[in-house]
């Protein structure tokens, strides 16, 4: 996802689920071919497996990106056929592809020819009236004929002209029955759901009719459900227990450390973290104290370290030492927000103390 999966949240994703399929953000060929490689294409040997997504319409400048991005070690590359916004149509790539697929099956052959581990194509249900079951099913015929066996499904059309890219993602309604048909009428191909899957329950019921299921915002918005993905779908490849999110956030970290000590700027690692807590209470401030963290004065990963304290029910002396020193606003905010916090639970307490004889706010909730 652009400007989503770089390989910070890649690495974050991963600690989440380490079972699950990663996917980077769309990068064109020729930026691949031309750009700064180290940059576009490096990652982390704990983000395996994972895939490059390319986006291009020139068989030979797909060869050689995908070539370049074999040799990084990517573990699939994934052709993208279904990314809609003005820049990738000017460009005659995306999916506006959809009605060209002799096309793209020539950049899936070049593909495939150059490269040892799978080529695979993203694709829509559709293009503006092309929206017929018929059209998408000779779409896959035609690139399949050329070797591609798995295709990512986002279950609904795009609209070319007047509708945003982010109004592309929820407008054009959905058709996850168009997935199912072609599983069923294509048992040879691996075929994987994507769009508008947000619950275990969601995933269970598509897993019944199709290979896989790709997750997009629901990982992005609240990434802590990959770890229930990774109970209930790669049990045995994981431990009983998931990780805590504080467990989570000491990890990243340490990670954020030592990308400090590459250059990388603190932002760049924390935000792919904000919806950590989500659904927690105390969550969106937590949010807050996390997005504002990187400007605080002389940030370092460990108050990313540290911000989860904010959760924690006990005196936080450690952060109150600082905030004495005067050392940053930062951790002022963070001791303010925390005796707020403080302040409600102990609101709270002497309410439910009555009633349930237990001590405890709503920040216990860890
Ligand atoms: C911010 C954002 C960036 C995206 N970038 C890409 C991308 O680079 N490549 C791609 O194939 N799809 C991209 N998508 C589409 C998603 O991969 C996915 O197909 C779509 O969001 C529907 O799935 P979902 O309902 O699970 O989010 C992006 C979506 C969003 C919201």
Known sequence: MLDVTDRHCRYFLRLLAPGVRLYTEMITA???????????????????????????????QLAQAALIAADFGYDEVNLNVGCPSQRVQDGGFGVCLMLEPEVVARCVAAMRAVVAVPVTVKVRTGIDQHDDYEFFSRFVAIVAEAGCTTFIVHARKAVSKGLSPRANMTVPPLRHEFVYR?????????????????????????????DG????????????????????????????????????????????QHELGRGTRLREVTRH?????????GARRWRRLLSELPCAEGASADLLLRSTDFFRGSEVTALSD?????????????????????????KEGARTQGKTGRQGGPLRAL
Do not use: C, W
């Open 182 to 210: 072609l599983r069923e009428e294509r048992p040879e191909l691996r075929v994987i759901l994507n769009g508008g899957v947000r619950s275990i329950e969601a995933i269970e019921a598509h897993l019944l009719r199709v």
């Open 273 to 281: 973290m904000l919806g950590l807590y989500r659904g927690v209470p």
């Open 30 to 60: 020729q930026a691949v071919v031309r750009g700064d490689r180290e940059k576009l294409l490096a990652f982390d040997a704990a983000e395996h497996p994972v895939a490059v997504q390319l986006a291009g319409r020139d068989p030979a």
């Open 213 to 256: 299921v790709m997750l997009g915002r629901k990982a992005a918005e609240d990434p802590y459900f990959l770890t229930e993905v990774q109970q209930r779908f790669f049990a045995g490849t994981t431990s009983a227990v998931p990780p805590g999110r504080a467990e989570i956030v000491r990890r990243m970290s340490a990670y954020a």
């Open 322 to 346: 600082t905030v004495q020193s005067g050392r940053s606003g930062y951790l002022r905010e963070i001791d303010t927000e925390r005796g707020r916090d403080k302040q409600q639970r102990e």
